[in-house]
């Protein structure tokens, strides 16, 4: 499983992105410093396509803070 932290969305797209993030299969979790994102085998490009929808940024693949979540 692959963990990424991705800045939120702009304010207006930030219920969509997670509704997205949820009918995808994809688990997340809101932090402090973004969204950690937990990706299963094949969920990378559907997180892609959601990021660029909703105009958020994926800004680090398996960052530190994510192993004490």
Do not use: K
């Not at 930030?14 to 969920?43: H, N, P, T, V």
Request: hydrophobic share 40%; with cysteine; charged share 25%.
């Amino acid at each position: 499983m692959s963990t990424f932290l991705v800045n939120p969305p702009p304010y207006h797209n930030r219920m969509q992105f997670m509704d997205s993030l949820e009918e995808a299969g994809i688990d997340y979790s809101r932090e402090s410093d973004g969204y950690y994102i937990y990706l299963r085998i094949g969920q990378e490009d559907l997180l892609e396509g959601i990021c660029f929808r909703f105009e958020a940024l994926i800004v680090a693949e398996n960052p530190i803070n994510a192993i004490d979540a």
